[in-house]
Protein backbone atom coordinates (compact mmCIF):
# COMPACT_ATOMS: atom_id res chain seq x y z
CA UNK A 1 0.00 0.00 0.00
CA UNK A 2 1.23 3.47 -0.75
CA UNK A 3 2.30 5.67 1.69
CA UNK A 4 0.10 8.38 0.56
CA UNK A 5 -3.17 5.90 0.66
CA UNK A 6 -1.80 4.87 4.47
CA UNK A 7 -2.25 8.58 5.36
CA UNK A 8 -5.89 8.91 3.68
CA UNK A 9 -6.52 5.92 5.61
CA UNK A 10 -5.29 7.09 8.96
CA UNK A 11 -6.53 10.23 7.94
CA UNK A 12 -10.18 9.09 7.51
CA UNK A 13 -9.97 6.49 11.46
CA UNK A 14 -8.65 9.86 13.18
CA UNK A 15 -10.91 12.18 12.08
CA UNK A 16 -14.30 10.12 12.85
CA UNK A 17 -12.42 9.15 16.44
CA UNK A 18 -10.59 12.46 17.61
CA UNK A 19 -13.08 15.47 15.55
CA UNK A 20 -14.10 17.76 18.52
CA UNK A 21 -17.48 17.42 16.47
CA UNK A 22 -18.60 16.39 13.30
CA UNK A 23 -21.44 18.58 13.78
CA UNK A 24 -21.13 22.56 13.82
CA UNK A 25 -21.42 24.38 17.05
CA UNK A 26 -25.49 25.55 17.43
CA UNK A 27 -26.25 28.62 15.40
CA UNK A 28 -25.68 31.87 16.69
CA UNK A 29 -28.31 34.18 17.21
CA UNK A 30 -29.00 35.85 13.28
CA UNK A 31 -29.97 38.53 11.15
CA UNK A 32 -29.35 38.19 7.50
CA UNK A 33 -26.74 35.38 8.25
CA UNK A 34 -26.05 33.11 10.80
CA UNK A 35 -23.00 33.10 13.28
CA UNK A 36 -21.50 30.00 14.47
CA UNK A 37 -21.53 29.66 18.37
CA UNK A 38 -20.41 27.23 20.66
CA UNK A 39 -20.76 25.91 24.05
CA UNK A 40 -17.22 25.28 25.23
CA UNK A 41 -16.97 23.44 28.66
CA UNK A 42 -15.04 25.76 31.38
CA UNK A 43 -11.83 24.23 33.05
CA UNK A 44 -12.02 22.79 35.94
CA UNK A 45 -11.20 25.23 38.94
CA UNK A 46 -7.84 24.26 40.84
CA UNK A 47 -8.04 23.28 44.29
CA UNK A 48 -8.36 25.92 47.02
CA UNK A 49 -5.76 23.86 49.16
CA UNK A 50 -3.14 23.43 45.97
CA UNK A 51 -0.44 25.82 46.53
CA UNK A 52 -0.23 28.37 42.92
CA UNK A 53 2.47 26.41 41.03
CA UNK A 54 5.67 28.68 40.82
CA UNK A 55 6.49 30.18 37.36
CA UNK A 56 9.37 27.63 37.07
CA UNK A 57 7.16 25.14 37.30
CA UNK A 58 4.64 26.11 34.79
CA UNK A 59 6.22 24.63 32.02
CA UNK A 60 5.71 21.32 31.10
CA UNK A 61 8.83 19.14 31.83
CA UNK A 62 11.24 18.52 28.65
CA UNK A 63 10.66 15.23 26.44
CA UNK A 64 12.18 11.83 27.04
CA UNK A 65 15.25 11.93 24.59
CA UNK A 66 14.51 10.04 20.81
CA UNK A 67 16.50 7.14 20.48
CA UNK A 68 18.80 6.61 17.93
CA UNK A 69 17.22 6.46 14.49
CA UNK A 70 17.92 2.80 13.12
CA UNK A 71 17.24 3.33 9.77
CA UNK A 72 18.34 0.14 8.29
CA UNK A 73 20.48 0.78 5.58
CA UNK A 74 18.09 3.66 4.25
CA UNK A 75 17.88 7.24 4.16
CA UNK A 76 16.88 8.90 7.30
CA UNK A 77 13.63 10.08 5.98
CA UNK A 78 12.56 6.90 3.68
CA UNK A 79 13.50 4.90 7.45
CA UNK A 80 10.54 7.76 8.88
CA UNK A 81 8.22 7.00 5.91
CA UNK A 82 8.65 3.61 6.77
CA UNK A 83 7.85 3.46 10.31
CA UNK A 84 5.22 5.75 10.12
CA UNK A 85 3.31 3.58 7.47
CA UNK A 86 3.83 0.84 10.03
CA UNK A 87 2.34 3.12 12.67
CA UNK A 88 5.94 2.96 15.00
CA UNK A 89 5.23 6.37 15.49
CA UNK A 90 8.26 7.08 18.12
CA UNK A 91 10.86 5.39 15.91
CA UNK A 92 9.31 7.69 12.81
CA UNK A 93 9.86 10.88 14.81
CA UNK A 94 13.65 9.72 15.95
CA UNK A 95 14.80 9.37 11.87
CA UNK A 96 12.39 12.20 11.31
CA UNK A 97 14.30 14.28 13.22
CA UNK A 98 17.75 13.21 12.29
CA UNK A 99 17.23 13.85 8.39
CA UNK A 100 15.63 17.11 9.53
CA UNK A 101 18.93 18.04 11.31
CA UNK A 102 20.87 16.54 8.38
CA UNK A 103 18.75 18.93 6.00
CA UNK A 104 17.40 21.47 8.05
CA UNK A 105 15.96 23.12 4.68
CA UNK A 106 14.41 20.24 4.08
CA UNK A 107 10.39 21.28 4.01
CA UNK A 108 9.91 17.26 3.85
CA UNK A 109 11.73 16.50 6.49
CA UNK A 110 9.98 18.81 8.56
CA UNK A 111 6.50 17.91 7.27
CA UNK A 112 7.41 14.03 8.35
CA UNK A 113 8.57 14.94 11.84
CA UNK A 114 5.10 17.05 12.14
CA UNK A 115 2.84 13.96 11.29
CA UNK A 116 5.18 11.75 14.03
CA UNK A 117 4.40 14.02 16.23
CA UNK A 118 0.63 14.82 15.45
CA UNK A 119 0.38 11.01 15.83
CA UNK A 120 1.48 11.02 19.12
CA UNK A 121 -0.47 13.38 20.13
CA UNK A 122 2.49 16.25 21.12
CA UNK A 123 0.57 18.85 19.74
CA UNK A 124 2.61 21.81 20.12
CA UNK A 125 5.45 20.65 18.66
CA UNK A 126 3.48 19.57 15.29
CA UNK A 127 2.51 22.39 14.90
CA UNK A 128 6.03 24.08 14.97
CA UNK A 129 7.19 21.12 12.48
CA UNK A 130 4.64 21.72 10.13
CA UNK A 131 5.12 25.74 9.89
CA UNK A 132 9.06 25.02 9.77
CA UNK A 133 8.48 23.26 6.82
CA UNK A 134 5.78 25.48 5.22
CA UNK A 135 8.04 28.53 5.57
CA UNK A 136 10.23 26.53 3.62
CA UNK A 137 7.80 25.56 0.95
CA UNK A 138 4.52 26.91 1.49
CA UNK A 139 3.85 24.39 -1.03
CA UNK A 140 4.60 21.22 0.58
CA UNK A 141 2.21 18.98 0.31
CA UNK A 142 2.69 16.60 3.24
CA UNK A 143 2.91 20.01 5.41
CA UNK A 144 -0.38 21.34 4.08
CA UNK A 145 -2.21 17.67 4.52
CA UNK A 146 -0.89 17.45 8.16
CA UNK A 147 -1.33 20.90 9.04
CA UNK A 148 -4.90 20.71 8.05
CA UNK A 149 -5.78 17.90 9.85
CA UNK A 150 -4.46 19.14 12.68
CA UNK A 151 -6.16 22.34 13.12
CA UNK A 152 -9.86 21.32 11.19
CA UNK A 153 -9.76 17.76 12.71
CA UNK A 154 -7.34 16.80 15.96
CA UNK A 155 -8.19 20.42 17.91
CA UNK A 156 -10.79 21.33 19.54
CA UNK A 157 -13.36 23.26 17.84
CA UNK A 158 -12.76 26.81 17.25
CA UNK A 159 -13.35 29.84 14.55
CA UNK A 160 -9.78 30.43 14.49
CA UNK A 161 -8.55 26.51 14.13
CA UNK A 162 -11.03 25.65 11.76
CA UNK A 163 -9.97 28.93 9.69
CA UNK A 164 -6.25 28.07 9.72
CA UNK A 165 -7.18 24.27 8.73
CA UNK A 166 -9.40 25.31 6.23
CA UNK A 167 -6.85 28.00 4.64
CA UNK A 168 -4.44 24.91 4.65
CA UNK A 169 -7.10 22.58 3.12
CA UNK A 170 -8.22 24.47 0.08
CA UNK A 171 -4.31 25.44 -0.79
CA UNK A 172 -3.54 21.88 -1.13
CA UNK A 173 -6.81 21.24 -2.92
CA UNK A 174 -5.79 24.25 -5.51
CA UNK A 175 -2.44 22.76 -6.12
CA UNK A 176 -2.27 21.56 -9.84
CA UNK A 177 -1.29 18.08 -10.68
CA UNK A 178 -2.25 16.44 -6.76
CA UNK A 179 -2.93 13.00 -7.09
CA UNK A 180 -6.58 11.68 -7.21
CA UNK A 181 -6.24 10.25 -3.57
CA UNK A 182 -4.91 13.54 -2.04
CA UNK A 183 -7.55 15.77 -3.62
CA UNK A 184 -9.29 13.37 -2.05
CA UNK A 185 -8.15 13.93 1.63
CA UNK A 186 -7.79 17.74 1.31
CA UNK A 187 -11.38 18.18 -0.09
CA UNK A 188 -12.94 16.14 2.91
CA UNK A 189 -11.18 18.39 5.57
CA UNK A 190 -12.24 21.60 3.92
CA UNK A 191 -15.73 19.76 3.52
CA UNK A 192 -15.64 19.45 7.40
CA UNK A 193 -13.88 22.65 8.02
CA UNK A 194 -16.57 24.67 5.63
CA UNK A 195 -19.08 23.00 7.66
CA UNK A 196 -18.03 24.00 11.02
CA UNK A 197 -17.77 27.13 9.85
CA UNK A 198 -21.22 27.69 8.62
CA UNK A 199 -20.09 27.99 5.10
CA UNK A 200 -22.87 24.76 3.83
CA UNK A 201 -22.62 25.24 0.25
CA UNK A 202 -19.17 25.53 -0.01
CA UNK A 203 -18.64 22.08 1.96
CA UNK A 204 -21.58 20.78 0.09
CA UNK A 205 -19.30 21.25 -3.29
CA UNK A 206 -15.95 19.99 -1.55
CA UNK A 207 -18.09 16.68 -0.17
CA UNK A 208 -19.36 15.84 -3.87
CA UNK A 209 -15.45 15.73 -4.55
CA UNK A 210 -14.89 13.21 -2.88
CA UNK A 211 -18.17 11.50 -3.35
CA UNK A 212 -17.84 11.46 -7.05
CA UNK A 213 -14.48 9.27 -6.75
CA UNK A 214 -15.55 7.35 -3.33
CA UNK A 215 -19.27 6.74 -3.07
CA UNK A 216 -19.03 5.17 -0.08
CA UNK A 217 -17.00 7.25 1.79
CA UNK A 218 -18.66 7.83 5.30
CA UNK A 219 -17.21 11.13 6.47
CA UNK A 220 -18.62 12.47 3.27
CA UNK A 221 -21.64 11.18 2.91
CA UNK A 222 -22.18 12.74 6.53
CA UNK A 223 -20.83 16.28 5.62
CA UNK A 224 -23.21 16.07 2.78
CA UNK A 225 -26.29 15.60 4.90
CA UNK A 226 -25.15 18.20 7.46
CA UNK A 227 -24.50 20.54 4.46
CA UNK A 228 -28.16 20.09 3.25
CA UNK A 229 -29.54 20.52 6.34
CA UNK A 230 -27.82 23.71 7.19
CA UNK A 231 -29.04 24.85 3.45
CA UNK A 232 -32.73 23.99 4.26
CA UNK A 233 -32.98 21.11 1.93
CA UNK A 234 -34.64 19.26 4.40
CA UNK A 235 -36.14 16.52 2.41
CA UNK A 236 -32.82 15.69 0.59
CA UNK A 237 -31.20 16.45 4.38
CA UNK A 238 -34.05 13.60 5.65
CA UNK A 239 -33.03 11.00 2.94
CA UNK A 240 -29.43 11.36 3.50
CA UNK A 241 -29.72 11.26 7.49
CA UNK A 242 -31.82 7.94 7.36
CA UNK A 243 -29.04 6.44 5.66
CA UNK A 244 -26.71 6.97 8.64
CA UNK A 245 -28.46 6.01 11.52
CA UNK A 246 -26.68 2.49 12.11
CA UNK A 247 -23.77 4.45 10.97
CA UNK A 248 -20.76 3.68 14.06
CA UNK A 249 -19.70 6.89 13.85
CA UNK A 250 -22.30 9.39 12.78
CA UNK A 251 -25.90 7.19 13.85
CA UNK A 252 -26.32 9.48 17.05
CA UNK A 253 -25.84 12.83 15.26
CA UNK A 254 -27.68 10.95 12.38
CA UNK A 255 -30.86 10.28 14.65
CA UNK A 256 -30.52 14.24 16.40
CA UNK A 257 -30.72 15.52 12.72
CA UNK A 258 -33.86 12.97 11.92
CA UNK A 259 -35.59 14.51 15.03
CA UNK A 260 -34.78 18.28 14.16
CA UNK A 261 -36.66 17.08 11.01
CA UNK A 262 -39.32 16.09 12.18
CA UNK A 263 -39.72 18.50 14.92
CA UNK A 264 -40.44 21.32 12.14
CA UNK A 265 -43.08 19.10 10.10
CA UNK A 266 -45.18 18.54 13.69
CA UNK A 267 -44.02 15.06 14.18
CA UNK A 268 -43.05 15.65 18.13
CA UNK A 269 -43.55 12.05 19.19
CA UNK A 270 -41.98 10.87 16.26
CA UNK A 271 -38.64 13.07 16.92
CA UNK A 272 -38.48 12.20 20.74
CA UNK A 273 -38.06 8.65 19.54
CA UNK A 274 -35.29 9.56 17.63
CA UNK A 275 -33.54 12.13 20.21
CA UNK A 276 -33.72 9.67 22.93
CA UNK A 277 -32.09 7.33 20.28
CA UNK A 278 -29.33 10.07 19.86
CA UNK A 279 -29.02 9.92 23.57
CA UNK A 280 -28.88 7.11 24.00
CA UNK A 281 -25.88 6.22 21.78
CA UNK A 282 -23.76 9.58 22.49
CA UNK A 283 -25.11 11.18 25.83
CA UNK A 284 -22.38 13.11 26.43
CA UNK A 285 -23.02 15.15 22.84
CA UNK A 286 -27.10 14.77 23.39
CA UNK A 287 -27.52 15.62 27.38
CA UNK A 288 -31.45 15.96 28.48
CA UNK A 289 -31.71 20.20 27.29
CA UNK A 290 -33.25 22.12 29.87
CA UNK A 291 -36.48 23.07 28.19
CA UNK A 292 -38.22 25.48 30.07
CA UNK A 293 -42.33 25.84 29.83
CA UNK A 294 -43.25 28.24 27.15
CA UNK A 295 -44.27 30.43 30.20
CA UNK A 296 -41.53 30.42 31.96
CA UNK A 297 -39.21 30.81 28.75
CA UNK A 298 -41.52 34.34 27.91
CA UNK A 299 -40.74 35.28 30.97
CA UNK A 300 -36.34 34.96 31.40
CA UNK A 301 -37.30 36.69 27.74
CA UNK A 302 -38.59 39.54 29.31
CA UNK A 303 -36.26 39.64 32.22
CA UNK A 304 -33.29 39.65 29.80
CA UNK A 305 -34.85 42.70 28.09
CA UNK A 306 -35.43 44.33 31.55
CA UNK A 307 -31.74 43.56 32.47
CA UNK A 308 -30.27 45.43 29.76
CA UNK A 309 -28.06 48.71 29.49
CA UNK A 310 -30.63 51.89 29.25
CA UNK A 311 -29.87 52.96 25.85
CA UNK A 312 -30.04 49.59 24.79
CA UNK A 313 -33.73 49.36 26.20
CA UNK A 314 -34.75 52.96 24.75
CA UNK A 315 -33.23 51.41 21.73
CA UNK A 316 -35.85 48.65 21.79
CA UNK A 317 -38.93 51.18 22.51
CA UNK A 318 -41.58 50.21 19.96
CA UNK A 319 -39.81 46.95 18.96
CA UNK A 320 -41.43 43.33 19.84
CA UNK A 321 -39.15 40.97 21.53
CA UNK A 322 -41.07 38.02 21.01
CA UNK A 323 -40.47 34.19 21.72
CA UNK A 324 -41.00 31.23 19.41
CA UNK A 325 -40.26 27.72 19.23
CA UNK A 326 -38.49 26.91 16.08
CA UNK A 327 -37.70 29.27 12.85
CA UNK A 328 -40.02 29.66 10.35
CA UNK A 329 -39.40 28.10 7.50
CA UNK A 330 -40.11 31.87 5.41
CA UNK A 331 -37.83 33.32 7.50
CA UNK A 332 -34.68 30.60 7.08
CA UNK A 333 -34.93 31.14 3.40
CA UNK A 334 -35.58 35.15 3.77
CA UNK A 335 -32.25 35.76 1.82
CA UNK A 336 -29.27 34.10 0.23
CA UNK A 337 -27.57 32.00 1.38
CA UNK A 338 -30.84 30.42 3.81
CA UNK A 339 -30.44 30.87 7.71
CA UNK A 340 -29.33 27.65 9.71
CA UNK A 341 -32.59 25.39 11.20
CA UNK A 342 -30.62 26.06 14.45
CA UNK A 343 -30.09 29.88 15.24
CA UNK A 344 -31.39 31.16 18.70
CA UNK A 345 -32.46 34.48 17.51
CA UNK A 346 -33.60 36.36 14.70
CA UNK A 347 -33.33 40.11 13.34
CA UNK A 348 -36.29 41.17 11.41
CA UNK A 349 -36.12 44.32 9.39
CA UNK A 350 -33.84 47.42 9.08
CA UNK A 351 -31.09 48.30 11.37
CA UNK A 352 -31.55 51.91 13.41
CA UNK A 353 -31.68 54.74 11.21
CA UNK A 354 -32.18 53.28 8.15
CA UNK A 355 -35.89 53.92 6.63
CA UNK A 356 -38.29 51.31 6.83
CA UNK A 357 -40.18 49.79 3.55
CA UNK A 358 -42.93 47.57 2.89
CA UNK A 359 -46.49 47.69 4.72
CA UNK A 360 -45.34 45.60 7.64
CA UNK A 361 -45.84 47.25 11.18
CA UNK A 362 -44.08 47.03 13.04
CA UNK A 363 -40.84 46.85 10.73
CA UNK A 364 -38.65 45.85 13.22
CA UNK A 365 -38.69 42.66 15.93
CA UNK A 366 -36.61 40.63 17.44
CA UNK A 367 -37.50 36.71 18.63
CA UNK A 368 -35.71 34.44 20.24
CA UNK A 369 -36.30 30.28 19.82
CA UNK A 370 -37.11 28.30 22.93
CA UNK A 371 -36.03 24.91 21.46
CA UNK A 372 -33.04 25.97 19.95
CA UNK A 373 -31.52 27.95 23.12
CA UNK A 374 -32.55 24.64 25.25
CA UNK A 375 -29.83 22.62 23.19
CA UNK A 376 -27.35 24.83 23.15
CA UNK A 377 -26.82 24.76 26.51
CA UNK A 378 -26.53 22.32 29.26
CA UNK A 379 -28.11 23.53 32.26
CA UNK A 380 -31.12 26.51 33.21
CA UNK A 381 -27.94 28.81 34.43
CA UNK A 382 -26.81 28.19 31.33
CA UNK A 383 -29.90 29.10 29.39
CA UNK A 384 -30.52 32.06 31.11
CA UNK A 385 -26.42 33.07 30.25
CA UNK A 386 -27.31 32.05 26.61
CA UNK A 387 -30.65 34.02 26.63
CA UNK A 388 -28.87 37.37 27.76
CA UNK A 389 -26.04 37.25 25.16
CA UNK A 390 -28.57 36.28 22.06
CA UNK A 391 -30.08 39.33 22.80
CA UNK A 392 -27.79 41.77 22.33
CA UNK A 393 -26.68 40.01 19.81
CA UNK A 394 -29.99 40.76 17.94
CA UNK A 395 -29.54 44.20 19.83
CA UNK A 396 -26.32 44.90 17.76
CA UNK A 397 -27.88 43.74 14.58
CA UNK A 398 -30.52 46.69 15.24
CA UNK A 399 -27.94 49.25 15.81
CA UNK A 400 -26.36 47.85 12.89
CA UNK A 401 -23.56 45.66 13.16
CA UNK A 402 -22.57 42.54 11.38
CA UNK A 403 -22.06 39.19 12.29
CA UNK A 404 -18.19 39.66 11.91
CA UNK A 405 -18.23 42.77 14.13
CA UNK A 406 -20.53 40.89 17.27
CA UNK A 407 -18.16 37.87 17.07
CA UNK A 408 -15.04 40.10 17.51
CA UNK A 409 -16.82 41.28 20.68
CA UNK A 410 -17.57 38.29 21.78
CA UNK A 411 -21.08 37.89 21.02
CA UNK A 412 -21.06 34.59 18.81
Given at each position: ?S????F????L??GACQ?S????A????????????S????????S???PA??????A????????????E??????A??????E???E??LS????A??L???S???H???G?A?????????AQ?A??????IN??E????L?A?H??????S?????D????L?S????S?P????????QF???S?????D????????NR????LA?E??N?????????A?????RF???K???????????HG?H???HLAL???RE?????A??H???????????????P???????R????????????D??K???????T??E????A?L?S?????S??????F?G??L??P?????????SV???????A?A???PE??????????LH?????R?E????????G??
Amino acid sequence: MSRRRLFALFLLVLGACQRSSSEPAPAAPASEAPADTSASTPAPAPSPVAPAPSAKNDAPPPPAPLPVCNSEGSAPLEAAQRYYDEERYEEALSCAAQAAALEPDSAEAHAERGMALSALNRVPEAQLAFAHALAINPDEPEALLGAAHLYAVNLSSSREHDELGLLYSERGLSRPGQPPEVVVQFALISAMAFNDLGQSSEALNRASIVLAREPHNREAIYERALALFELCRFSEAKEAFSALQRDPEHGAHAHHHLALLLEREGKWKQAQQHFDKAREMSPEDFPPPPLPTEEAFRKSVADAVAALPEDMRKDLEGIPVTAEELPAEADLLSGAPPLSPTILGLFRGPSLGEPCDGTETPCRSVVLYRRNLARAVRTPEELQEQIQVTLLHEVGHLRGEDDQELAARGLE
